[in-house]
């Protein structure tokens, strides 16, 4: 039976289960792990690289398209800053952007999906995820927390002049500290926290106006337009059938 479409917001990780359209061209401002969980689906990055697989890891920033060919997939993404996504720089630096075939075997499909629900990596991964001693800047830690809370009602969004006050720094230093650290542009981090803000209203309520304004965007056309910039596909089409959206403490 097919599993429902479901999505699983954390902290600093999200899952999506179910079934999803084939993408446009987009990149993700976090590393992600797609799993096909009833067959082989494709890739393509860069204009002569495609590929069929059964697993894939996405390094943050590439442009790439999925298509699931009709399978149920699962998407786990991770929070650049996160423990997971700091484990995997080794492996990108070694094999580049695209990883393909990462996943270890899993003996049942429900022991899959329970070690997806519970983001263990290392149960899924056919291999040690490296470990990454250095800590955070403490500076863009606290730019994290900011983005990543929803702000009062109706004020603006946090500039990057206001984060960067916030650090003590220029905006350009703190342009540099930050994709030092994250891997990622601050303006791309910024519309990614945007958009994974307004899908964690869609626990509150199924509209897609109304998560449009969780996310803090002007209005749901400039949500749509975000949102297809972030995964390639309309909102609509991979929002609309979801059946239970979870948010975890």
């Not at 650290?181 to 199924?206: D, K, N, T």
């Not at 897609?208 to 337009?225: I, K, N, P």
Request: proline share 7%; glycine share 8%.
């Amino acid at each position: 039976m097919p599993t429902r479409n479901t999505l699983t917001l954390g902290a600093d990780r999200a899952l999506y289960l179910g079934d999803v359209p084939a993408t446009g061209w987009h990149c993700h401002a976090s590393p992600v792990l797609l799993l096909g969980l009833s067959g082989r689906f494709a890739v393509h990055w860069e204009p002569s690289q495609a590929e069929t697989c059964h697993s894939a890891l996405i390094d943050t920033g590439v442009p790439h398209i999925f298509d699931p060919r009709g399978e149920t997939v699962a998407l786990v993404y991770m929070e650049p800053d996160s423990l997971e996504a700091r484990g995997l720089r080794g492996i990108f630096r070694q094999q580049g952007g695209v990883v393909l075939d990462v996943a270890a075997p899993v003996g049942a499909r429900s022991a899959m999906e329970d070690y997806l629900r519970h983001f263990d990596l290392p149960a899924l991964l056919r291999f040690p995820l490296g470990v990454d001693a250095s800590p955070l800047d403490a500076r863009v830690a606290h730019s994290l927390r900011l983005l990543r809370n929803p702000q009062v009602p109706g004020a603006p969004r946090l500039r990057r002049d206001v984060l960067a006050a916030e650090a003590a720094l220029s905006a350009s230093r703190f342009n540099h500290l930050f994709r030092a650290e994250m891997g990622v542009s601050l303006r791309s981090y910024r519309v990614w926290s945007q958009v994974r803000l307004a899908m964690a209203g869609l626990a509150v309520s199924p509209r897609l106006t109304d998560a449009a304004l969780h996310g803090e965007f002007s209005d749901s056309a400039h949500f749509s337009r975000m949102f297809r910039q972030t995964f390639g596909m309309t909102p609509s089409s991979v929002l609309r059938p979801l059946k239970e959206v979870t948010l975890l403490g």
